[in-house]
């Protein structure tokens, strides 16, 4: 009996040799290379598509970007055409009070603590906009474990 299971393990040990081999024939290697070749061509594919995604993915946080720079200029425009307006009302007002350059002053003051708080609020829209393309970087993460596996 125990030479039995000895010669089993030994024909099981043959087997996983055999199975194991590089393709002895050229009707083998040709289908390795056929196969290495498919693979060579889908992963330059993958590579290609990753690339294009991430182009797309920048294009459309730069979009995003440029519609918010947009609108802060376009507000900072009009803005400070009603502020020019407005302060040159506002010192007139004001010098009736007290001496022109003093109501100039004030009010001059007034305008670049507003302009302050406005140049915050736009910044802040710039810093919620990360540029990272997240969706590529996660899809080229799952590629990087599949090629794995398959190699």
């Known amino acids: 009996m125990a030479w039995q299971s000895e010669t089993a393990y030994q024909e099981g040990l043959e087997k996983n040799r055999t199975q194991a081999r590089w393709p ?39 979009k995003t970007i440029q519609v918010a720079i947009m609108v802060v200029i376009i507000g900072a425009v009009l803005f400070l055409v009603s ?9 007139l007002a004001l010098s009736v009070y007290m001496k022109p350059w003093q109501s100039a002053l004030l009010v001059g003051a007034l ?12 910044m802040s829209q710039f810093k919620r906009v990360k540029l990272r393309p997240k969706q590529t970087l996660e899809t080229l993460e799952e590629n990087k474990e599949w090629l794995r596996e398959i190699s």
């Open 83 to 91: 502020l020019l307006a407005l302060s040159a009302a506002l010192i």
């Open 111 to 122: 305008i670049a603590v507003i302009a302050s708080v406005i140049t915050v609020i736009g």
């Open 24 to 62: 002895q024939n050229a009707e083998e290697h040709e289908s390795l290379g056929k196969l290495l070749g498919e693979l060579a061509s889908q992963s330059a594919n993958l590579v290609r598509d990753e690339v294009a995604l991430a182009q797309q993915e920048i294009r459309e946080k730069l």
